[in-house]
């Protein structure tokens, strides 16, 4: 099946530094990824859809100079958190869609998360 | 009111019994309909697929969607403890990108 590869799968950073996140699709090429948050006990917030060879698309209420994403190639979108504040902490999950299948209704699959950790 | 209502739990059960976690959503243009299971700091990993109304089965997994009372149910049959996790349902408009999920239900199978 198709296999999404989210590095790093923890970092720990200090208020106001840097942080990229990457996610590779491994089997598949991904036009379209996905980027999303996750609070402890909560539904997953989608955050910006990440588009091959042009911009991000942000989700209403998302800073865009803040989480930064770059998707240079067909297998690979980065997350940047910019000055990263305690409050940005919290788990990052990226997915992808193996459009091989049903196209844009084939289902997301998931990388397994980055617990990022502001202090 | 939100999109997609699923009860959070805890929900505790006897290693072997029949689990039935259940979703419902208000909006009727959801399509395609999802469950997914989320280990411990973990990603989620994709369990049922499905598209039309009826059930659709997978090893000790059934999926049920019934759209006329917008309601979708994931049943596993013979739990184990390795099903502890917590389950997503999630669905999408045809055509659309975004996926809009439940909470997630925790589901603990005991020995």
């Known amino acids: 099946g198709a296999v999404v590869s989210q590095h790093p799968s923890r970092v720990i950073c200090k208020s106001g530094t840097s942080v990229k996140i990457e996610c590779r699709s491994l089997?598949?090429?991904?036009?379209?990824m996905f980027w999303y948050r996750q609070f402890p006990k909560k539904s997953l917030m989608l955050m910006a859809t990440?588009?091959?060879?042009?911009?991000?698309?942000?989700e209403q209420g998302v800073e865009k100079d803040k989480f930064l994403i770059n998707h240079a190639s067909l297998t690979l979108s980065t997350l940047t958190v910019t000055s990263a504040h305690p409050e940005d902490s919290s788990f990052y999950i990226c997915s992808a869609r193996d459009l091989s299948g049903q196209g844009s209704n084939s289902p997301l699959h998931f990388g397994n998360g980055t617990r990022l950790t502001v202090t | 009111q939100k999109e997609v209502e699923q009860d959070p739990g805890p929900l505790s059960v006897p290693e072997g019994a029949i689990v039935s976690l259940n979703c419902t959503y208000s909006n009727s243009a959801f399509q395609y309909f999802m469950w997914y299971r989320q280990y411990s700091r973990k990603g989620p990993e994709l369990l049922m697929y499905?598209?039309?109304?009826g059930n659709k089965e997978d090893g000790r997994f059934t999926a049920q969607v019934d759209k006329s009372s917008k309601y979708i149910s994931l049943f596993i049959r013979d739990s184990q403890p390795s099903d502890s996790a917590t389950y997503l349902c999630?669905?999408?408009?045809?055509?659309?990108?975004?996926?809009?999920f439940g909470t997630g239900t925790q589901l603990k199978v005991e020995l």
């Open positions: 990440s588009n091959e060879g042009s911009k991000a698309t942000y």
């Open positions: 499905t598209y039309s109304s």
């Open positions: 089997d598949f090429q991904a036009t379209t």
């Open positions: 999630a669905m999408k408009k045809g055509g659309g990108n975004k996926l809009t």
